[in-house]
């Protein structure tokens, strides 16, 4: 079966970088387009970036600039470089395969990794 097994998160001060990854398997990874999303507490889940099958990639807005999605097909990882990070960037982060619709369409998670940035 699909399991997906993010790392990575901790605290840190605004202004400051980190790097999640997320391991994948039970899935035909280097097929599949990948994404990066955040859940906020109280609010919903929320798409933050694709990484194509082929290594395009597309970000929210918000993220535009401080973050970079990569994936390495040979590791069956999905990597977020996390840089200038703000107090509103504090959330669950989550991977998962993207594809259009995702909200409804996905019903199996990983267990996250927890964002915390302090003001």
């Known amino acids: 079966q699909v399991q997906l097994v993010e790392s990575g998160g901790g605290l840190v001060q605004a202004g400051g970088s980190l790097r999640l990854s997320c391991a994948a398997s039970?899935?035909?990874?280097?097929?599949?387009?990948m994404a990066w999303y955040r859940q906020a507490p109280g609010k919903q889940r929320e798409l933050v970036a694709i990484v194509g099958s082929g290594g395009s990639t597309s970000y929210a807005d918000p993220v535009k600039g401080r973050f970079t999605i990569s994936r390495d097909n040979a590791k069956n990882t999905v990597y977020l470089q996390m840089n200038s990070l703000k107090p509103e960037d504090t959330a669950f982060y989550y991977c998962?395969?993207?594809?259009?619709?995702?909200?409804?369409?996905?019903?199996?998670w990983g267990q996250g990794t927890q964002v915390t940035v302090s003001s």
């Open positions: 039970g899935m035909r990874f280097s097929v599949m387009d």
């Open positions: 998962n395969q993207f594809t259009v619709g995702w909200s409804r369409a996905i019903d199996s």
